[in-house]
Structure formats: structure tokens, C-alpha cells
């Protein structure tokens, strides 16, 4: 590869808990199978935030955050075959290789390939492509997408049709999909009785999945009483405010009532310990499935009565909604464009570049389910 190094703008965090600094950066140009990408719009996720703030243990600063994003190709590294110059893209946090043993067990989307130096806030070649003002700066998630460009190994790619707008399509490349994945891989959701705890972009994605696919009955938890009207637009049945129970009764007991023992699949949207506790306790004895989605704190450590789980209740969690990017992103979007999954009802907010701290304010308003920053 003989491209040139490019400079252009990027969000960077400093250290924890810093607001994000627009700052000039010097990105790299693509090694071996690798591929640069001009990123035109970007979401920003629950989770860009948890890092910025400092509770993700594997947080790493300076860094350039961001995994919700589309963009266009712009080069590639010898020996990518998949993506070319000029490809509408999606970068993708869940690489898929295609070749190790997680993506070939048919279990799992957890691809092994690049995952030890994602975590580690580098490129598989152990490296990084950014620079500023001399400095390394480090990767996130293998996206970065809080950058003009950026810079993904091919694996960590997929293409997506051009005549889907990328200002939409960005949120694909996590909170719809990681709901929608984690719903429809479920077998058993069509005629079952679900509850989702947490009503924001994830929460609602599930919701929106579980009545696409026929649940009988869709209960939204959330502390935010905003949240009932978005709950009930997106299909939920009933909504339940747990800090409006009568002194002492838990959410978990109070959902048991409701259900008469419980409900048939849970969802934890929330990334609180105590939520997905609850979470797992409202689920029927015998067969009840309670899937974490939730992001917690580092340190923080989730229990139960280990009688919950000899009872017939099952505890399991998903990354990305289980969903293989390079293979069912493609398919994601064209369920967009012929209308069968909503992008545009998630979309509250719209960020430039340079507000991208007020895009992270707004998050916390309670009132913001998406903010889609043009970069
Ligand atoms: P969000 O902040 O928009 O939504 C969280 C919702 O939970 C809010 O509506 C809030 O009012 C509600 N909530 C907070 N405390 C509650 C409580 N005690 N009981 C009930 N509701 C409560 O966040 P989001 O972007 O929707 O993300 C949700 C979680 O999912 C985060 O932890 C995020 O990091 C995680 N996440 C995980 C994956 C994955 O692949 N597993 C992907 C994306 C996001
Ligand atoms: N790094 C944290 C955990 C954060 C986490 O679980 N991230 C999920 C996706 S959340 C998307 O919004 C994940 O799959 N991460 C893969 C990656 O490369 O970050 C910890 O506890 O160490
Ligand atoms: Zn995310």
C-alpha cells in the first residue's frame, strides 16, 4: 500500500470522565488487510459514554470512541477482497473472520481474530493508526468512528447497499441490531409473555422485535416515566414504573403477580446489577430465560439464589445480538429499506461534528434515544 497519511478531525478522550476534544489527528493509511474508511455519520451509544466516564475496565486513553457508524471506503490494504474504494460501509465492533473456531462453531458471533487487540486499543498488528500532535492515540472497539476516518481491519467491515442513507444505516452497527439479534435468535418468543427492563434505544429495539415476531404480551419496565409513551408506540403492552410501586414491593414480585408466576423471557437493557437480578427472578419456574444486554460497571458482580437456576430459569447474555455482521448486516438494511424494521422512529437528536459533548448531554436528558452526529 503506498496511501497517504490523511488528516482531517477527530473526538478524542483525554483520560476519564474528560469531555470529548475535537482535535486535528493524523490517521495512517491502511496495512494489510485493513481498510480506511471516511466516516460521514455516527450514533453515539450508552456505551461510548460508560468508557468515556471510566467505568469500563478495559478503557484506554487517549483514545477516539465511537462504534455506531457509516461511512465510505476510502482505501484499503493489500489483500482485502470484500470492500472497495467508494463502498458504503459499516464498521463493525463483533468482527466476523469467517475461519476461527468461535465463527465456525455455528454457536456464536463471537469472532476470536481480532478481539485480544480491540480490547487492547490496537490494530491486529499491534500498532495504532492514529497520531496527534506526535502522540499514539488509541482505537476503540475496532471502529473509532468518532473520527473523519478511520481505520478497521477487513474483517471488522461489511458493505452495504448504496441507496440505504448512512445517516440511518450507522445505528445498525449497534443498538438496532444488538435488540433485534438478541430477540430473534431467541427461540420461542412468538405466543410468550416478555419483559424488558430499560426503555432506551436497546430496550425499545426489543420491544419492537418481540411484537414483530408475536409476543402475547410485552411489559416495559423503566424508572423514567417518559418512557411509557415510547414503550407503548413501540409495541409494548404494558408499561410498569418500578419507582412507583407501593414501600417495599419489588419489581420482580410485583411482575410475578401481574403474570401469574412470572414471565416467559426477560431482557436486562439497563447495565444495572440489581436490574438484571430482577430481571432474572421475574421469570416463570420451569422454563423462564432472562437475557443480560446491559453493560455494568466495572467491579460490579451480578447474584441470585442459585435456587432461581435449579428452579428452571436460565441466565444468558448477548453481544451484538448474537448477529454475524459481515453475513446479516446486508440483510438488516434491506429490511430497512422495504420498511419491515424501523431506524428513523429511534433517531431524536442530530449533533455536527464539533457538538458531539452535546450529543453526549443529551443522552443523559432522559428524552434522547439516538443522537446521530454529522461528522
Ligand atoms: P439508555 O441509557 O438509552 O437506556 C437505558 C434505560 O434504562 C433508560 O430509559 C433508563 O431510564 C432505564 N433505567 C435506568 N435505571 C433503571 C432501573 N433501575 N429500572 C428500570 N429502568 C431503568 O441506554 P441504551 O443505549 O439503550 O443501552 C442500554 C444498555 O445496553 C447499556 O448498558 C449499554 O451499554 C448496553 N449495550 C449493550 C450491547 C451489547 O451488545 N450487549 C449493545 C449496546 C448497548
Ligand atoms: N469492555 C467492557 C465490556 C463492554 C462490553 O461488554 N461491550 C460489548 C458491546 S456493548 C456495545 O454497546 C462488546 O461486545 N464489546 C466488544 C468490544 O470489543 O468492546 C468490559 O467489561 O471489559
Ligand atoms: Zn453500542
Keep these: 500500500t503506498t496511501g497517504k497519511v490523511i488528516k482531517c478531525k477527530a473526538a478524542i478522550c483525554w483520560g476519564a470522565g474528560e469531555p470529548l476534544k475535537i482535535e486535528e489527528v493524523e490517521v495512517a493509511p491502511p ?76 454457536k456464536t458471533n463471537l469472532c476470536g481474530k481480532v478481539r485480544a487487540t480491540q ?28 473520527s473523519q476516518y478511520t481505520v478497521v481491519a477487513d474483517v471488522s467491515v461489511v458493505a452495504v447497499d448504496p441507496k440505504a442513507p448512512l445517516d440511518k444505516v450507522c445505528l445498525l452497527g449497534c443498538g438496532i441490531t444488538t435488540a433485534w439479534g438478541a430477540v430473534s435468535k431467541q427461540p420461542g418468543i412468538k405466543g410468550s409473555s416478555v419483559a424488558v427492563f430499560g ?6 429495539g426489543v420491544i419492537d422485535t418481540a ?58 437493557c439497563t447495565g444495572n446489577v440489581q436490574v438484571m437480578r430482577a430481571a432474572l427472578e421475574a421469570c416463570h419456574k420451569g422454563w423462564g430465560i432472562s437475557t443480560v ?20 430459569r436460565t441466565w444468558r447474555g448477548s453481544a451484538f445480538g448474537g448477529v454475524k455482521g459481515r453475513t446479516e448486516l446486508p440483510i438488516l438494511v434491506a429490511d430497512y429499506t422495504s420498511g419491515k424494521i424501523k431506524i428513523d422512529e429511534y433517531i431524536t437528536h442530530r449533533r455536527k461534528f464539533a457538538e458531539i459533548n452535546e450529543g453526549f448531554h443529551d443522552m443523559h436528558s432522559g428524552d434522547c434515544i439516538r443522537c446521530v452526529v454529522d461528522m
Excluded at 69 to 89: A, L, M, Q, R, W
Aim: proline share 5%; charged share 25%.
Design 293 to 312: 444486554i446491559g453493560v455494568a460497571a466495572a467491579g460490579q458482580e451480578i447474584s441470585t439464589r442459585p435456587f432461581q437456576l435449579v428452579t428452571g
Design 31 to 106: 496495512q494489510a488487510h485493513e481498510v480506511r474508511i471516511r466516516i460521514l455519520y455516527t450514533g453515539i451509544c450508552h456505551t461510548d459514554e460508560y468508557t468515556r466516564s471510566g467505568k469500563d475496565p478495559e478503557g484506554l486513553f487517549p483514545c477516539i470512541l465511537g462504534h455506531e457508524g457509516g461511512g465510505i471506503v476510502e482505501s484499503v490494504g493489500e489483500g482485502v477482497t470484500d470492500v472497495k474504494p467508494g463502498d458504503h460501509v459499516v464498521p463493525l465492533y463483533t468482527a466476523e473472520c469467517r475461519e476461527c473456531k468461535f465463527c465456525k462453531s455455528g
Design 211 to 268: 411484537r414483530l415476531i408475536g409476543a402475547s404480551r410485552i411489559i416495559a419496565v423503566d424508572t423514567n416515566p417518559n418512557k411509557e409513551s415510547w414503550a407503548k408506540k413501540f409495541g409494548a403492552t404494558d408499561f410498569v414504573n418500578p419507582a412507583k410501586l407501593p414501600e417495599g414491593k419489588r419489581i420482580q414480585d410485583y411482575l410475578i403477580e401481574i403474570t401469574d408466576g412470572g414471565l416467559d423471557y426477560t431482557f436486562d
Design 119 to 146: 480490547g487492547a486499543g490496537l490494530m491486529p498488528d499491534k500498532t495504532v493508526r492514529f497520531k496527534c500532535n506526535g502522540k499514539d492515540i488509541y482505537h476503540f472497539m475496532g471502529t473509532s468512528t468518532f
Design 199 to 204: 426503555c432506551g434505544c436497546i430496550g425499545l
